[in-house]
């Protein structure tokens, strides 16, 4: 099996990994599938993951990914190690999560005892949904990083200049820039003609975006405008439809072209 350290490499400089206490170390004897050692595992699904994106159909994906390769390129021909990435294995949660910081991304990755499973290969089921599931936080946590590099603030699609803080209870709408205010409106009204009113996909990102973790008045949080770009993209990844996303949704994709660069 491919192991797709060649396709990682031309992405990502390093690669810690830290596995919990309770995955089993054991090491590869001859013959032994690598990529059943938990941590060879999380190196081969990253590679998967970024394989997967590669084969995508919107450009805005393939950008975010160029970006990522100039950025290891630039690194390299400077004798530097970055970008920096974090693969986590985990048992306390039941997802895939990432976190962008200014010079990698870190992800936690859950395997608990049943997926484990998935790490042998015995659940084929579970090491593709695995992989859907990291490419989504992947992207997501991608535009983060694009953002956060460009503008040199929290993810806020604007220079920090435009408004400063709000790096903890994010910034309210009224003091977004107009392009954004006007693309979470189009989001929010599931798009032109609310065409996409009846789309699971978009209810599901609407309702991740607009949660109480992101916006929440009472308590003075709203990080709507920092998460906008990276829930619009995981629209963009889930739908697979470059036409039909530019023809719903033409200002969030006004707002991704001017991230994505
Ligand atoms: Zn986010």
């Not at 090491?127 to 956060?148: D, N």
């Not at 435009?162 to 205010?181: C, E, H, L, M, Y």
């Not at 916006?215 to 995981?234: A, F, M, T």
């Amino acid at each position: 099996m491919d192991d797709r350290k060649a396709t990682v490499d031309k992405y990502v400089g390093t690669i810690t990994v830290r596995l919990p206490k309770a995955w089993p170390r054991q090491s590869i004897a001859w013959g032994e599938r690598a990529e059943q050692v938990p941590d060879h595992f999380l190196r081969w699904l990253l590679g998967e993951t970024i394989a997967n994106l590669e084969g995508h159909e919107d450009q805005s994906i393939t950008k975010l990914l160029g970006y990522l390769q100039t950025l290891r390129v630039e690194d390299a021909s400077k004798g530097f190690d970055g970008p920096y990435f974090e693969l986590e294995g985990s048992t306390e949660t039941n997802s895939v999560r990432g976190q962008a910081v200014d010079n990698g991304i870190d992800f936690e990755i859950t395997m608990d005892n049943d997926t484990l499973k998935v790490v042998t290969g015995e659940d084929q089921k579970g090491r593709r949904e695995l992989i859907q599931e990291m490419s989504v936080t992947f992207i997501h946590e991608l535009a983060h990083f694009k953002q956060i590099r460009t503008w040199e603030n929290v993810s806020h699609p604007w220079p920090r200049t435009f408004s400063s803080g709000g790096a903890n209870t994010g910034i309210p709408f009224k003091d977004w820039t107009p392009d954004v205010q006007a693309a979470y409106t189009e989001f929010e009204n599931a798009g032109t003609g609310k065409a996409a009113k009846g789309d699971p996909v978009w209810r599901r990102k609407f309702k991740a975006l607009a949660n109480v973790e992101y916006y929440n008045p009472k308590r003075g949080v709203d990080l709507r405008g920092r998460e906008l770009v990276s829930h619009i993209i995981e629209l963009v990844y889930e739908w697979r439809s470059p036409e039909r996303f530019a023809q719903t949704f033409p200002k969030c994709k006004a707002l991704l072209d001017r991230v994505t660069g």
